[in-house]
């Protein structure tokens, strides 16, 4: 059965420039530049976990694209395929939550607290410092 979203654990946080319209509840990755996030892709070293779909600046003062991303905690992810309770999660290449395979270059960004049925499913995922094998 699918988890419905019920909040998040206070953890660290960070108001991030968006490089493109990064989705909510999605794995985020830090850009080549350095300058903000960017959606990641499978198996890459994720930040965290973007809180919000990326907009436009709430004041309408800049196009600047913004959101908040997650560090660690508990929290909302998109998983895109069925994932146990208590996997190892990584990002797949739309920064959609996957069971974790190992291999070279990989990085683990979580264990999911609750099960995924279908993709598109919302999960909780606690948050970890990225790990390899």
Same mark, same amino acid.
């Given at each position: 059965m699918a988890t419905k979203y019920k909040g998040s654990v206070i953890g660290l946080s960070v108001d991030e420039i968006a490089d493109a319209a990064v989705l909510g509840n999605t794995f985020v990755k830090v850009t080549a530049g350095g300058q903000g996030v960017t959606t990641c892709g499978a198996?890459? +070293?994720?930040?965290? $976990? =973007?809180?919000?779909?990326?907009? !436009?600046?709430?004041?309408?003062?800049?196009?600047?694209?913004?959101?908040?991303?997650?560090?660690?905690? +508990?929290?909302?992810? $998109? =998983?895109?395929?069925?994932?146990? !309770?208590?996997?190892?999660?990584m990002s797949d290449a739309n920064g959609n939550a996957v069971t974790y395979a190992a291999g070279a270059g990989v990085f683990s960004r979580g264990i999911a607290r609750t099960a995924a049925v279908n993709p598109g499913d919302i999960i909780e995922v606690f948050l970890q410092s990225p790990a390899q094998g």
């Open positions: 198996g890459q +070293l994720a930040l965290g $976990v =973007a809180k919000f779909d990326a907009g !436009a600046d709430p004041a309408g003062l800049t196009q600047t694209l913004w959101t908040t991303v997650h560090l660690d905690g +508990l929290h909302p992810v $998109v =998983a895109s395929a069925a994932i146990a !309770a208590g996997a190892r999660v």
